[in-house]
């Protein structure tokens, strides 16, 4: 039954690669969640138009017409009231949210990292990973809490570094398992929330 699928709200900033993948899970129809609405911070983005494609609500809520953190997180709880939200997928969105956000979704928002937490939180992480001579990173999918990049981990999906990898080269390695592992991230939420 529709009714008992899990309301997902996705929040993007670009490409929305990890958005797709989403839309393309939520399309089996034993998948527990569906996708209500997809929220950008930027107008014009990509994955804004992969919403549209799949009928799904997309709101921009543009961080530069506001002039505070705060009046930018309240235009986006109030983008989100029209909507019975369950959980918030953070999938490349790339503004920190204040605890001002975060304590009204306790437990509610998941993001999905580029490396395998807690190595490599921030940004380049492959350019780092290469640098450090790794034969191994991956992605995580983890709980969002005010302190960036940390929270409870919920899946995570190792790749391996090859000889002569170029940062573009992992990072697609990477972008792969992250398409496998957001997914199956937010079925073992719902279960956890059961
Ligand atoms: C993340 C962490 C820091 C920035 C951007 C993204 C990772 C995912 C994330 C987004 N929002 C979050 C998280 C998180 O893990 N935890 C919380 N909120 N609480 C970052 O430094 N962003 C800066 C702007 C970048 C830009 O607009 O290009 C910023 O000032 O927000
Ligand atoms: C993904 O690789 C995601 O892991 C990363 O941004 C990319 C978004 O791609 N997120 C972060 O780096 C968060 N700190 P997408 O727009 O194609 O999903």
Same mark, same amino acid.
């Given at each position: 039954m529709d009714d008992k699928k899990l309301n997902l709200a996705v929040f993007i900033s670009g490409r929305g690669s990890n958005l797709q993948s989403l839309i393309d899970a939520c399309r089996?129809?034993?998948?527990?969640a569906k996708i209500s609405v997809v929220l950008s911070?930027? @107008? +014009?983005?990509?994955g804004l138009q992969k919403a549209s494609d799949a009928n799904i609500p997309a709101i921009t809520v543009h961080h530069?017409?506001?002039?505070?953190r705060e009046d930018f997180e309240n235009a986006m709880l109030a983008a989100l009231k029209d909507y019975e939200i369950d959980l918030i997928c953070l999938a490349g969105f790339m503004r920190i949210l204040t605890p001002h956000f975060v304590n009204q979704w306790p437990g509610q928002i998941i993001n999905i990292h580029p490396?395998?937490? @807690? +190595?490599?939180?921030?940004?380049n992480t492959h350019e780092r990973v290469l640098a450090d001579g790794k034969t191994e990173t991956g992605c995580t999918v983890h709980y969002v809490v005010p302190?960036?990049?940390?929270?409870?981990?919920?899946v995570q999906k190792r790749v391996p570094v090859l000889e002569g990898d170029t940062p573009d080269a992992l990072a697609a390695r990477v972008l792969e398992q992250e398409h496998i592992a957001y997914p199956e991230a937010i079925a073992l939420a719902v279960k956890e929330k059961a």
């Open positions: 089996d129809e034993g998948y527990p911070n930027k @107008p +014009d983005v990509p530069k017409d506001h002039n505070t490396s395998l937490l @807690p +190595d490599y939180k921030g940004t302190d960036v990049d940390s929270g409870a981990i919920i």
